[in-house]
């Protein structure tokens, strides 16, 4: 509508310049006459051709006829517009408009020239103002039409200090290129009426492109933006609208309330308001060229091209001309507050419209804050609020590799989005791009390369990865784990390294201790353990059988052993050789020679087999402690018992892969050496090989492994091989973060292939030694020391098993002989159960006997039947008991119990029916 509001300006500058030359016709006296003027536009301004027909046709009516007015158009082209302005001016001109873009001529001689412009250059001025005063140097121009984009190049070309793209309309297909356009611009400015910002807002805000409002700048170019229905949505998008007092300017309401129309449009507008104020422009126009008019006519003058070539030197009617001209330009603006000469070229006649600029929302009113003014091409920036300068927009390239860069999952695994659906993110560094984007004052964006990760070359010489981004121009900076190389380098820059000294380390799983609460039984194989079985088994029953049939045995030998000793039988033999495996000892000893050698034969049998459990089982506690792993490269190189593997295509693999090459570039030249030498060929006799292939035993076992997709894979089989059966060659770094987070692995060795990490930004970018001198900073504040101890922090992992090799024999490993002493207490339990009830059965079942008198008779001594109790013997002293009663002193050997309650020495004989006769009782044994 603002372009509208435009042509309609113009119409009445056109009138008016008509006019003024129609009324030079009336003070020479002609009644009718025919003016013609030349009119060159650009091909793409059909409208304005339009318009300006239209207007000539109004004022021929005004006049009752008695003026014909006659536009010679001529088209701007590269062909012949030089040949149809000849024409042109040979045919006869009052007076040249020139409509397009860029003024034709920079000096139109002797001819009335009237450079006008009615494009859009004027709203991409006022545009180009607020966006250079928010210190901007590039932005993305969307206007309504390829008419509105010619005028906007013309003005980039002519004027624009900024980086601009210019997009006619937009649609799905021109949105989907916008949001590809790299590197992204700092600003993104709409031109065009409401209804069509709009709807593109609504498309833009469905594409989700509106990340940061401040970059985005409305200009509307009618009185409807009240309408915009999204400043409380994004209340810091910039917003450029005209001030309804234009509408009122344009209208000519001279004093009173002036209501612009909701549905004001130029070319609705009644003309005739605009013809009466070009009447009063008349009245001043004429008091300026009476003087010029006086002294020739200058209706329809007909040029000779070739002569305005040659003609250097200017003539009295070509001052006459000049000055007609000037009085024309100081009378258009004094009278017409909406034009003003444009600054650059005092030929181009432009209009002007006030301008305010708002953002924000104010916090008590609720209504949008101005900062800013722009009028006649000048900004005025509003003292109490002021523009905010626009702050750098940075593609930051990461990828997901622990502890650099993560994606914050929750307990289920599952990624935690932000409010705009994107992935959170958390990491070294993470934290390190935040830190220089507050330090360095830019916004930012996260980008994830949508094929590879770090980066890899192809054959074509293409990239993918977080190189390939920043070689195309996807992204700004990568805030990665990236090294140093100078195949990288040949591609990309890199600035001062933000992790020092890292490298390729190895790691593996610590050995799983098997514990068992039997581990004693594990000393002696099963065939020895049977062995044992079998030898005790053995000596019981030949130890048994020489008791019985030794006649020199206790048993057989009661002459010799006449006091009671230990009788070996079948269960004392089976007794006697088993506890002779305790410190105890078996007890008593047989008597016979021949038993007493089985004896000592077993004995040292015992002490023999003792003496191998006991070292074994000490052996056997500690022996897993004191097994270590490789602990270098080159171990891990020479062995065949681990497997190892490397991340597929990475930078450890690519390490190994050169490595080779290098093995096998060294040995071609020392073949090549040795076999075309034609020197003394001693020197190259060697007695052992120079050229070792490491490195090529590594990459072949490593491809026998096959190498994994991801470190995550890796670390798991590493985890998986609880015999310490398989290693992981990776980046140092990472290595130590799953250490210090996991109890099962440990490192091999030492840290080799060492380099720097470092941020990689675009070849030849300006922000190196920007970029540089904060990485500088940060070091010297000490906030790497600080990251770095965040994040390789080994209490993360919580308490891990102590597996020092000074750690003592657990319970795990000797619980099974407390549990076979407990085992031991409870059969002892179960057997004394088995004994008591056994007892009691057999005295249930046992007659009672009865104590009867005893007979009488002279012969048998006995006067009455001796009384028998009821009562049962108490129980056989044991063998303590009775080695004890022969122990004591001579006095009591001999002693025989022989009835009644008291002992009788051997040699003083008492009859046994003397009992009888005395009354005495007789305990009967049961």
């Known amino acids: 509508m603002i372009l509208l509001l435009k042509l309609k300006a113009f119409k009445s500058l056109i009138a008016f310049i008509v006019i003024i030359l129609v009324n030079k016709l009336i003070v020479n006296g002609q009644n009718s006459q025919e003016m013609s003027f030349a009119v060159i536009y650009d091909p793409q301004q059909v409208s304005v051709i339009d318009m300006v027909s239209e207007v000539m046709k109004q004022i021929e009516t005004e006049y009752g006829g008695n003026l014909k007015l006659v536009d010679k158009l001529i088209v701007n082209n590269k062909e012949d517009v030089e040949t149809q302005f000849c024409q042109v001016l040979e045919s006869g001109v009052s007076a040249v408009l020139d409509l397009t873009h860029s003024e034709l001529a920079s000096d139109p001689g002797p001819i009335p020239y009237f450079h006008l412009d009615v494009t859009i250059q004027t709203f991409a001025e006022a545009m180009e103002l607020y966006i250079t005063s928010r210190n901007g140097l590039d932005t993305i121009f969307i206007v309504q039409n390829e008419e509105e984009m010619d005028g906007m190049l013309y003005h980039i070309i002519q004027k624009s200090k900024l980086r601009v793209l210019v997009i006619d309309g937009l649609d799905d297909s021109k949105l989907r290129k916008l949001s590809k356009v790299r590197p992204v611009p700092s600003h993104f400015s709409l031109i065009g009426n409401t209804k069509n910002l709009m709807s593109w807002f609504e498309m833009i805000k469905e594409a989700r492109m509106i990340k940061i409002p401040n970059k985005w700048q409305f200009l509307f170019t009618d009185f409807q933006y009240d309408n915009f229905k999204y400043h409380t949505d994004f209340p810091d998008i910039s917003r450029l609208v005209i001030d309804k007092n234009v509408c009122c300017k344009h209208l000519k309401v001279n004093g009173g309330r002036c209501d612009c129309p909701t549905n004001f449009d130029v070319s609705e507008t009644n003309y005739l308001n605009a013809c009466k104020l070009a009447e009063s422009h008349l009245k001043n126009f004429l008091k300026s060229i009476i003087p010029v008019l006086q002294n020739g006519n200058h209706i329809d003058v007909k040029y000779d091209c070739n002569q305005l070539l040659?003609?250097?030197?200017?003539?009295?009617?070509?001052?006459?001309?000049?000055?007609?001209?000037?009085?024309?330009?100081?009378?258009?603006?004094?009278?017409?507050?909406?034009?003003?000469?444009?600054?650059?070229?005092?030929?181009?006649?432009?209009?002007?419209?006030?301008?305010?600029?708002?953002?924000?929302?104010?916090?008590?009113?609720?209504?949008?804050?101005?900062?800013?003014?722009?009028?006649n091409a000048k900004l005025r920036v509003d003292s109490k609020m002021g523009v905010k300068p626009t702050k750098r927009y940075f593609r930051v390239g990461i990828v997901e590799a622990a502890p650099w860069s993560y994606m914050v999952r929750d307990s289920k695994g599952k990624v935690i989005l932000d409010d705009d659906g994107q992935p959170m993110w958390d990491g070294y560094c993470i934290e390190f791009a935040k830190k220089l984007a507050e330090r360095m004052d830019y916004d930012f964006e996260w980008v994830v390369p949508k094929t590879g990760k770090f980066g890899k070359k192809f054959s074509d010489g293409q990239w993918d990865g977080l190189i390939g981004d920043l070689y195309y121009g996807d992204t700004d900076v990568a805030v990665a784990p990236l090294k140093m190389t100078a195949q990288r380098e040949e591609v990309i820059d890199f600035v001062t390294p933000f992790y020092e000294q890292t490298g390729i380390l190895i790691m593996m799983r610590n050995p799983v201790v098997e514990t068992s609460l039997f581990k004693f039984m594990t000393v002696l194989r099963l065939e020895v353990w049977l062995s044992i079985i079998a030898a005790l088994v053995a000596t019981s029953l030949m130890l048994w059988l020489l008791d019985t049939y030794s006649p020199y045995s206790s048993r057989n030998n009661k002459k010799a052993y006449p006091f009671p000793c230990r009788e070996f039988t079948l269960k004392e033999s089976f007794w006697f050789t088993l506890t002779s495996f305790t410190p105890q000892g078996g007890g008593e000893a047989p008597k016979s020679l021949s038993a007493r050698t089985l004896v000592a034969v077993y004995w040292l049998f015992v002490v023999l087999m003792l003496a191998t459990f006991t070292a074994n089982l000490a052996a056997f506690l500690t022996v897993e402690r004191m097994k270590t792993p490789v602990q270098s490269l080159d171990q891990l190189a020479r062995q065949s018992r681990i497997n190892y593997t490397v991340v597929e295509g990475s930078d450890v693999h690519q390490f190994f892969i050169n490595m080779k090459f290098a093995e096998d570039t060294l040995y071609r030249m020392w073949k090549e050496i040795t076999l075309n030498s034609s020197s003394d060929d001693l020197q190259y006799r060697v007695w052992e090989y120079p050229i070792k292939e490491q490195y090529g035993n590594i990459l072949l076992a490593i491809n026998d492994s096959m190498p994994v997709k991801t470190p995550e894979e890796g670390y798991r089989k590493v985890n998986e091989a609880v015999n310490a059966d398989f290693a992981f060659i990776h980046d140092a770094a990472e290595i130590k973060y799953q250490i210090a987070r996991n109890c099962n692995f440990t490192q091999v060795g030492e840290i080799f292939a060492e380099q720097p990490y470092a941020l990689a930004i675009q070849q030849g970018s300006h922000l190196h030694d920007e970029f540089s001198k904060s990485i500088i900073e940060l070091q010297h504040e000490r906030f790497f020391e600080l990251l770095t101890a965040k994040y390789w922090n080994n209490s993360l992992k919580g308490y891990c098993p102590n597996s020092d090799e000074s750690e003592g024999i657990t319970l795990d490993s000797l619980g099974g002989v407390f549990i076979a002493t407990l085992f031991g207490l409870g059969l002892a339990m179960?057997?004394?159960?088995?004994?008591?009830?056994?007892?009691?059965?057999?005295?249930?079942?046992?007659?009672?006997?009865?104590?009867?008198?005893?007979?009488?008779?002279?012969?048998?001594?006995?006067?009455?039947?001796?009384?028998?109790?009821?009562k049962i013997h108490p129980s056989p002293p044991t063998y303590a008991e009775t080695l004890q009663r022969y122990s004591q002193g001579d006095d009591e050997k001999g002693n025989v119990t022989i009835g009644g309650n008291t002992f009788m020495p051997v040699n003083k004989k008492q009859n046994f029916n003397s009992l009888f006769r005395a009354g005495g009782n007789v305990d009967m044994l049961e």
Do not use: C
């Open 830 to 870: 179960i057997t004394l159960v088995g004994e008591v009830f056994y007892h009691k059965r057999r005295a249930q079942k046992t007659p009672p006997i009865l104590q009867v008198k005893p007979m009488d008779g002279d012969s048998v001594g006995l006067s009455t039947p001796p009384t028998i109790s009821g």
């Open 310 to 375: 040659l003609n250097n030197s200017p003539s009295d009617s070509d001052n006459n001309n000049a000055i007609l001209s000037s009085s024309i330009y100081s009378n258009v603006i004094s009278n017409n507050p909406l034009i003003f000469i444009d600054a650059t070229n005092n030929m181009t006649l432009r209009f002007s419209y006030d301008m305010q600029v708002f953002t924000g929302w104010e916090q008590d009113g609720g209504d949008h804050v101005k900062v800013a003014t722009i009028s």
